[in-house]
């Protein structure tokens, strides 16, 4: 990219994380510069179209009607090079391989430190796929894994390997606590994921997540 600083535009439906990744690429002004951000996937497409950035930098889940591996699609379809890195909190091999899947640059986690991540979005821009270090080996596995036909109940829906065990348990009939005990997660960690579960099966409600996994024989 020469001696010029990544241009980046940054979209997450959290100020405050936008805030902190603003603080965190600071030391990195010679390298990386922040030219713009978004906290919805509908305003961030008009800004990447004006500004033309070297990297787009979305979180997964995002507000509103459309999620970040939305964005990623439309901006790769509107412009093939476009170069878009998926920056989430879960460390999870569906959601990486559905951002490949949506033409994503990379997939990175939340949690990477800050020299590797610059170093990350550098190499994307350079016109590599990039995947976090720390999924890197998980992902290889995960990816024989899928190749051999051997995956969660529910991979053939884009449901996660988490979704499969939460949608699981809601077919067993256990509330959004019961479940979070049962997981050892917080209550909120499984409400956003039954969400991503209404989403994936197009539906509105635990009797129709219900009624998707029954007729498509998920669980056996």
Same mark, same amino acid.
């Given at each position: =990219? !020469?001696? @010029?600083?990544?241009r980046l *535009? =940054?979209?997450?439906?959290h100020e =405050?994380?936008?805030?902190?990744?603003?603080?965190?690429l600071?030391r990195?002004?010679?390298?990386v $510069?922040?030219?713009a951000?978004?906290?919805?996937?509908?305003? +961030?497409?008009?800004l990447?179209?004006?500004?033309? #950035? %070297?990297?787009?930098?979305?979180?997964?889940? /995002?507000?509103?009607?459309?999620?970040? &591996?939305?964005?990623?699609?439309?901006?790769?379809?509107?412009d #093939?090079r476009?170069?878009?890195?998926?920056?989430?909190?879960y460390? %999870?091999e569906q959601? &990486?391989? @559905?951002?490949? $899947?949506? !033409?994503?640059?990379?997939y990175l &986690?939340?949690s990477i430190?800050?020299?590797?991540?610059?170093?990350? /979005?550098e $190499?994307? +821009?350079?016109?590599?796929?990039?995947?976090? #270090?720390s999924m890197?080996?998980?992902?290889?596995?995960?990816?024989?894994r899928?190749q051999a036909?051997?995956?969660w #109940?529910?991979?053939? /829906?884009?449901?996660?390997?988490?979704?499969?065990?939460?949608l699981?348990?809601?077919?067993?009939?256990?509330?959004?606590r019961a479940i +979070?005990?049962?997981?050892v997660v917080?209550?909120?960690?499984?409400?956003?994921? *039954?969400? !991503?579960?209404?989403?994936? /099966?197009? *539906?509105?409600? $635990?009797?129709?997540?219900?009624?998707? +996994?029954l007729?498509?024989?998920?669980? @056996?």
């Amino acid at each position: =990219m !020469g001696n @010029q600083p990544l241009r980046l *535009v =940054m979209v997450d439906d959290h100020e =405050m994380v936008l805030e902190g990744l603003k603080a965190l690429l600071a030391r990195f002004r010679g390298r990386v $510069r922040i030219v713009a951000q978004s906290v919805t996937a509908d305003d +961030a497409e008009p800004l990447v179209a004006a500004l033309d #950035p %070297d990297v787009v930098v979305s979180d997964v889940r /995002l507000r509103g009607s459309a999620s970040g &591996l939305d964005l990623c699609r439309r901006l790769v379809e509107s412009d #093939p090079r476009r170069r878009v890195v998926l920056l989430s909190a879960y460390d %999870d091999e569906q959601y &990486l391989f @559905q951002a490949l $899947r949506a !033409g994503a640059a990379g997939y990175l &986690l939340k949690s990477i430190d800050r020299e590797e991540l610059v170093r990350q /979005l550098e $190499r994307a +821009a350079d016109g590599e796929t990039v995947v976090d #270090p720390s999924m890197a080996g998980r992902a290889v596995a995960a990816a024989a894994r899928l190749q051999a036909g051997e995956f969660w #109940p529910g991979a053939h /829906l884009s449901l996660t390997q988490r979704e499969s065990e939460v949608l699981a348990l809601v077919v067993a009939g256990l509330s959004n606590r019961a479940i +979070a005990g049962k997981l050892v997660v917080g209550e909120e960690t499984v409400k956003s994921h *039954v969400r !991503g579960i209404f989403r994936k /099966l197009d *539906v509105n409600d $635990r009797a129709g997540a219900v009624a998707v +996994a029954l007729r498509e024989g998920i669980f @056996q």
